[in-house]
């Protein structure tokens, strides 16, 4: 099921699943990191990845067109946010985040398609 009106709740949005699913695996990669940096990078990286799904609830939750929007803005400045930090992280040699940067993009397409449609609706 997609973003559409056809979902209820947003556990129903394709979106969400998916970005939920990234939060945990942040979660799992990170729990790996090196422990000084449970207050650095460790931290910065799962609020980010949180505010992800987060921005996604809100913003269904939402009434009006523009307020549904400016929360999925939000959440899409969280994924590169996150998309970022898992470079950082990577480089940094804490983890290999290839594919957590994949799914951060295949966030990103999924989010950016529902607000295309939801502008031109």
Not at 103 to 114: D, N, Q
């Given at each position: 099921?997609?973003?559409?009106?056809?979902?209820?709740?947003?556990?129903?949005?394709?979106?969400?699943?998916?970005?939920?699913?990234?939060?945990?695996?942040?979660?799992?990669?990170?729990?790996?990191?090196?422990?000084?940096?449970i207050f650095?990078?460790?931290?910065?990286?799962r609020r980010?990845?949180?505010?992800?799904?987060?921005?996604?609830?809100?913003?269904?939750?939402?009434?009006?067109?523009?307020?549904?929007?400016?929360?999925?803005?939000?959440?899409?400045?969280?994924?590169?946010?996150?998309?970022?930090?898992?470079?950082?992280?990577?480089?940094?040699?804490?983890?290999?985040?290839?594919?957590?940067q994949e799914?951060?993009?295949?966030?990103?397409?999924?989010?950016?398609?529902?607000?295309?449609?939801?502008?031109?609706?």
């Open positions: 099921m997609g973003m559409g009106e056809m979902a209820k709740t947003f556990e129903d949005l394709v979106v969400w699943q998916k970005a939920h699913a990234l939060v945990l695996e942040v979660y799992r990669t990170t729990a790996r990191f090196p422990k000084e940096e650095g990078l460790t931290s910065q990286l980010a990845a949180v505010s992800i799904p987060s921005n996604i609830v809100e913003g269904f939750n939402r009434h009006g067109k523009a307020d549904k929007l400016k929360f999925y803005n939000y959440s899409e400045a969280s994924i590169e946010e996150t998309r970022y930090q898992l470079m950082l992280a990577h480089d940094l040699k804490f983890a290999d985040t290839i594919n957590l799914a951060c993009k295949e966030v990103m397409r999924i989010l950016t398609s529902y607000i295309r449609s939801m502008k031109t609706a």
